[in-house]
């Protein structure tokens, strides 16, 4: 297994895997194989969502209310395997929303 390993755990019983599938090719696009070592699904139940990069919660549905928004999920898990890294526009519609 090669590091770091992003894992995005979903529950079948909502139907939530083509959210999951969807999240994970968006992560894969953006990040290069020396940014990120692997992106696994991991089916579940019970309403759980969650993204991790590592032993790191990037994004728990029940603590983060939902689901994220694309550019929120990139920002996140660049700034833990690649800080510093454009992410092109979706920087710019971050900085805009902040605004």
Not at 33 to 43: D, F, K, Q, Y
Not at 66 to 78: D, N
Request: proline share 5%; glycine share 10%.
């Amino acid at each position: 297994m090669r590091e770091p390993r992003i894992e995005i755990a979903f529950c079948t019983q909502c139907r939530w895997n083509l959210r999951a599938l969807w999240y994970a090719g968006e992560l894969m696009q953006s990040f290069t194989h020396e940014e990120i070592g692997e992106v696994a699904l991991v089916p579940t139940t019970g309403g759980v969502f969650r993204i991790n990069v590592g032993d790191e919660m990037v994004w728990n549905r029940s603590r983060d209310g939902g689901f994220p928004e694309i550019a929120e999920l990139k920002r996140r898990v660049r700034d833990i395997v690649a800080p510093g890294k454009p992410l092109g526009h979706t920087d710019r519609a971050g900085a805009a929303s902040a605004d």
